[in-house]
Nanobody, 123 residues
Framework: QVQLVESGGGLVQAGGSLRLSCLAS????????MAWFRQGPGEEREFVST????????YYADSVKGRFTISRDNAKNSLHLQMNSLKREDTDVYYC????????????????WGQGTQVTVSS
């Protein structure tokens, strides 16, 4: 059974940092794009960042460029998102996704999803 499990969310003050992790099991994603998305109540699921199978290519939403860094460890089948200089508008549930079958920045492209981890930024 394929599972993606996020962790690392929490409550932080504006300007602070968090590191999100996503551990995948059930199959290897070393050849597949993986991504982070976020979604608030009543909002559309929003693209945050994506990374190619070998980690050689990364893309970021304009809103997080220069603040967030995506990475992966294929030996551990994991995905990470280092979030720095957090802002109130970063408050959302963050989801990891794997195996894109279309445009890597679209949530519709990904076959597998985690259940999300809450990030709340105060002040």
């Amino acid at each position: 059974q394929v599972q993606l499990v996020e962790s690392g969310g929490g409550l932080v003050q504006a300007g602070g940092s968090l590191r999100l992790s996503c551990l995948a099991s059930g199959r290897t994603f070393s050849s597949d794009w993986m991504a982070w998305f976020r979604q608030g109540p009543g909002e559309e699921r929003e693209f945050v960042s994506t990374i190619s199978g070998n980690g050689g290519d990364t893309y970021y939403a304009d809103s997080v460029k220069g603040r967030f860094t995506i990475s992966r460890d294929n030996a551990k089948n994991s995905l990470h998102l280092q979030m720095n200089s957090l802002k109130r508008e970063d408050t959302d549930v963050y989801y990891c996704a794997a195996l894109a079958t279309g445009w890597q920045r679209s949530p519709r492209a990904y076959r597998f999803w985690g259940q999300g981890t809450q990030v709340t930024v105060s002040s």
